[in-house]
């Protein structure tokens, strides 16, 4: 593999413009001094912004990321200066999760991102599209109990979904403890639906991931329904005393990391976007085939932004979350794109997040028309 040495690669842009920004630090030493500051403003503010040297002639995309797995493949192309061979360079802004990333976008600060369930909030509010899925989340949810809870012994309440735990009369008057309007909240939203309850039956608390998880391990809350890493990070830590009572695979539901363009860069930067998803497709395929490699660009990834994973939770959630080869995102054009996008619009449309007449936007900003162009290519 090759020397992963970002800061060489990559120098830094926009300071004064965000001021809330996080810096990666550079040695393990101080990312570890950094890691208690990081926890602090990782929801508010974009973790740094780059752009490579050497390419100025070339044109521009600025790519929004996260500090998390999702950003893997684009990880590596940003570590083997792929961009400049598909003919654009990238400015590089890495956000904290999908909510501060959905308010720079509303700024019009990037082109072209990639996130998870927030992608509704980017479509319905700012007018984004939805043009390319990427990763199959679904393992990298769940919803877990504590072992002695009654929820972990109820089980067989619905057959249709036979692993699922837990019961209306065992979950009824419950607290659950997730991040309302994401990926983690939807799989809390057809859990409850097939044990024949809806959110009016239990106690919702809002928590960020790593808030939530932090609180649910210190004894707060009766249910935690989470993603990765946190996910990944509990079966591991808490695998005598913790149970799975539903996630996607269990629910039968399907899960994706989108790609996600702005209004502005689908009309004057479409041939860009186009590049980047073949970009993005080839990183997948060469990840795909080495699960070292994988492992390493996630882990290397993560410290840049200042973050330590542990080697065995990096392991786990590349296997959870693998991403997609361009043969299989050939396929899911061919059969489901948008059925996952719909089913969380719907859920959100259900839980009075968003207005019903807004599903008419699945239609025209939902598209799988730069994919294909893309694969073609």
């Excluded at 101080?30 to 100025?56: L, R």
């Excluded at 072209?112 to 984004?128: E, L």
Aim: with cysteine; proline share 2%; charged share 20%.
């Amino acid at each position: 593999m090759k020397n992963m040495n970002w800061k060489k690669a990559v120098s830094l842009l926009m300071a004064a413009a965000l001021a809330g920004s996080l810096t990666a630090c550079s040695g393990r030493q101080e990312q570890k001094a950094a890691s208690t500051e990081t926890q602090k403003t990782e929801e508010k503010a974009p973790a740094q912004s780059t752009q490579a040297k050497g390419n100025e002639e070339l044109p521009v995309l600025r790519v929004s990321l996260h500090p998390a797995y999702i950003s893997t493949p684009v990880a590596y192309a940003i570590a083997n200066d792929m961009a400049k061979d598909y003919g654009f360079q990238m400015e590089v802004q890495v956000y904290a999760s999908g909510a501060p990333q959905n308010e720079a976008l509303g700024s019009g600060l990037w082109d072209v991102g990639v996130i998870g369930g927030a992608f509704v909030n980017s479509v319905n509010t700012y007018g984004a599209y939805v043009i390319g899925d990427f990763i199959d989340g679904r393992d990298g949810n769940a919803i877990f109990v504590r072992m002695d809870s009654d929820i972990a012994k109820a089980t067989g309440s619905n057959p249709t979904y036979p692993d699922i735990l837990g019961s209306a009369e065992t979950v009824k008057g419950k607290t659950l403890i997730t991040n309302l309007g994401t990926t983690g909240h939807v799989q809390v939203q057809k859990w409850l639906e097939a044990l024949g309850l809806t959110e009016d039956d239990i106690e919702i608390v809002q928590m960020d991931y790593a808030s939530g998880y932090q609180a649910f391990e210190s004894g707060e809350g009766d249910i935690l329904a989470t993603i990765g890493p946190y996910s990944t990070r509990a079966r591991i830590a808490h695998e005598g005393d913790w149970a799975i009572a539903g996630g996607f695979i269990s629910l039968d539901l399907l899960q994706y990391e989108n790609i996600v363009c702005s209004e502005n860069a689908m009309k004057e930067k479409r041939d860009l976007l186009v590049s980047f998803i073949r970009m993005v497709a080839d990183a997948n395929d060469i990840l795909a085939k080495d699960e070292g490699l994988l492992v390493d660009t996630y882990m290397n990834w993560m410290i840049e932004n200042g973050k330590e994973v542990d080697k065995e939770e990096a392991s786990m959630e590349c296997i959870q979350k693998p991403v997609m080869t361009k043969e299989q995102i050939g396929s899911l054009i061919q059969t489901d794109f948008g059925a996952y996008e719909r089913m969380v619009w719907e859920m959100n449309i259900e839980s009075g997040n968003i207005s019903a007449d807004s599903i008419s936007k699945l239609d025209t900003n939902i598209t799988a028309e730069l994919m294909q162009e893309a694969l073609k290519q």
